[in-house]
Nanobody, 125 residues
Framework: QVQLVESGGGLVQAGGSLRLSCAFS????????MAWFRQAPGKEREFVAG????????YYTDSVKGRFTISRDNAKNTVYLQMNSMKPEDTAVYYC??????????????????WGRGTQVTVSS
């Protein structure tokens, strides 16, 4: 059974940076597409970024393009989210999701079968 554990969240000032990590276990990491979603209080979970098996193709929601970078290290079974130039509206719980098989940029949470418990990110103004 796939298990995902997020880390790296915390409190940062606007304009600052954080790097989130998601450790994958219980399966063959290289055949899973990975993504980051986030959920702010009172809002639905929203897609942030996704990456295909080999890391050659990435997808981003418009609000984070140019500021966030998703990457993966298949040797370490880990996916990362580098967040720069952060804004108060980035405040949310960030979740890592895993999808077995091909990935063409879906932003639907329902397409991802495995989830971590999330890590809180708070950006102060």
């Amino acid at each position: 059974q796939v298990q995902l554990v997020e880390s790296g969240g915390g409190l940062v000032q606007a304009g600052g940076s954080l790097r989130l990590s998601c450790a994958f276990s219980g399966g063959t990491f290289r055949v899973y597409a990975m993504a980051w979603f986030r959920q702010a209080p009172g809002k639905e979970r929203e897609f942030v970024a996704g990456i295909n098996w080999g890391g050659s193709t990435t997808y981003y929601t418009d609000s984070v393009k140019g500021r966030f970078t998703i990457s993966r290290d298949n040797a370490k079974n880990t996916v990362y989210l580098q967040m720069n130039s952060m804004k108060p509206e980035d405040t949310a719980v960030y979740y890592c999701g895993a999808k077995l098989g091909q990935y063409y940029g879906s932003s639907w949470a329902v397409d991802f079968g495995s989830w971590g418990r999330g890590t809180q990110v708070t950006v102060s103004s």
